[in-house]
């Protein structure tokens, strides 16, 4: 008898949880966006923020969940342990805000006071003492207790960085994860963080005087 992988078993799980997972996305994105319009009529003219949605695809769900286990391995002699819906981000939201400052924090408290029973999980700092590079929350919509939500709040200029170097550094592939991991890769990504956060607190400052 040819044993079946866990892998595959955890494909055959994804395709049948694909459409729960279309309809929870569907349904956070509207709700945020509902949340939002409070705040999207009263932005100044320098101001903005975007709403995109996303469903994780199958083989980045399978290796988020394998890079989760000890060694990034799966234990081939108890496949029972492993299941999709562990995942905290098979639907998710992400709002990217330009500037910062208050803007980011008046989305933060609107997403808060509507998602209340949700659990905070923020992207930290590269270095101790460092403010969160975003926030970030996950839990279960009000018409699905089996797949998780997840929503991010990230400075615009970050999120789109995070886009280009996704699979390099923010979520390397195997073969980069040496070079993402290294002492100098990881200065120079943080100075880039840096720049960008001192541009936006600086047109922030500017656009006030």
Not at 87 to 109: C, M, Y
Not at 128 to 152: L, P, R, T, V
Not at 176 to 205: C, G, H, P, W
């Amino acid at each position: 008898m040819i044993t079946r992988s866990i892998e595959d078993k955890l494909r055959e799980e994804y395709f049948k949880l694909l459409p729960n997972i279309r309809w929870t996305k569907e349904q956070l994105e509207a709700e945020v966006r509902f949340r939002l319009i409070q705040i999207l009529n009263t932005l100044q003219s320098h101001e903005r923020f975007e709403v995109i949605s996303r469903v994780k695809d199958c083989e980045s769900a399978i290796n988020s969940l394998r890079r989760r286990q000890e060694g990034s391995l799966f234990d081939t002699d108890h496949p029972e342990k492993y299941s999709l819906i562990q995942l905290k981000d098979l639907a998710g939201i992400r709002i990217l805000v330009f500037p910062r400052g208050e803007l980011i924090n008046k989305i933060d408290t609107c997403i808060k006071d509507h998602f209340v029973s949700w659990e905070a999980d923020h992207v930290p700092g590269y270095r101790e003492g460092d403010e969160n590079q975003a926030f970030k929350y996950f839990g279960h919509c009000s018409s699905n207790d089996i797949i998780y939500g997840e929503i991010q709040i990230v400075p615009m200029l970050t999120g789109l960085f995070w886009e280009v170097e996704h699979e390099a550094i923010y979520k390397p592939k195997p073969e980069f994860k040496s070079i993402a991991n290294s002492f100098e890769m990881q200065e120079k990504t943080q100075k880039v963080l840096d720049a960008l956060k001192d541009l936006e607190e600086t047109f922030e400052r500017l656009s006030k005087t």
